[in-house]
T-cell receptor, first 113, second 110 residues
Framework: EAQVTQNPRYLITVTGKKLTVTCSQNMNHEYMSWYRQDPGLGLRQIYYSMNVEVTDKGDVPEGYKVSRKEKRNFPLILESPSPNQTSLYFC????????????FGSGTRLTVV | GEDVEQSLFLSVREGDSSVINCTYTDSSSTYLYWYKQEPGAGLQLLTYIFSNMDMKQDQRLTVLLNKKDKHLSLRIADTQTGDSAIYFCAEDGSSYKLIFGSGTRLLVRP
């Protein structure tokens, strides 16, 4: 089944403790992206990647890192999480930027206390 | 700048039609999208429309695009309780991203 898989689905952590949210797609998509969803704000892009070793900042990149060492994986790294990073995170992938929409993962709900 | 706006809430009776409206600002968007988010789930692409089209129909869904007014709407015919969800309007933005509205929560009353 073609899908985008995120792990974990739920995570509670403490301020300052480094964490990684994994994202993997099995569709050989070139384009991958991370979004965060906050009430009343919709989804905002954090980082995106157009291909292996090619990443760039989205609208809200502060406090996040990403890497794209392989085509299928695009992990999101929070080096020192803070409570304002409590949010619902979505990974998405697409064959290319011009594709008809994107395939989203099921989301990761992160709480930083 | 790029911005997409939607009303926050819509309540309809089961069997009625629902119309969710959206306005956007980027006239260079190639595609406009409607996504559905059910509780605890990710975003599911419902439908999309190419920017040079006025209307697209897909079973119970009708998308209308008024490019002059930058207005997009989604009509759901014969709305069912299973249609209760949050609906997001989105457009292709610059920097290879989707610009999302804040979402419209649709509540279908029995």
């Amino acid at each position: 089944e073609a899908q985008v898989t995120q792990n974990p689905r739920y995570l509670i952590t403490v301020t300052g403790k480094k964490l990684t949210v994994t994202c993997s797609q099995n569709m050989n998509h070139e384009y991958m992206s991370w979004y965060r969803q906050d009430p009343g704000l919709g989804l905002r892009q954090i980082y995106y990647s157009m291909n292996v070793e090619v990443t760039d900042k989205g609208d809200v990149p502060e406090g996040y890192k990403v890497s794209r060492k392989e085509k299928r994986n695009f992990p999101l790294i929070l080096e020192s999480p803070s409570p304002n990073q409590t949010s619902l995170y979505f990974c998405a992938s697409s064959l290319s930027q011009a594709s008809y929409g994107y395939t989203f993962g099921s989301g990761t709900r992160l709480t930083v206390v | 700048g790029e911005d997409v706006e939607q009303s926050l809430f819509l309540s309809v009776r089961e069997g009625d039609s629902s119309v969710i409206n959206c306005t956007y600002t980027d006239s260079s968007s190639t595609y406009l999208y409607w996504y559905k988010q059910e509780p605890g789930a990710g975003l599911q692409l419902l439908t999309y429309i190419f920017s040079n089209m006025d209307m697209k129909q897909d079973q119970r869904l009708t998308v209308l695009l008024n490019k002059k007014d930058k207005h997009l709407s989604l009509r759901i015919a014969d709305t069912q309780t299973g249609d209760s969800a949050i609906y997001f309007c989105a457009e292709d933005g610059s920097s290879y991203k989707l610009i999302f509205g804040s979402g419209t929560r649709l509540l279908v009353r029995p």
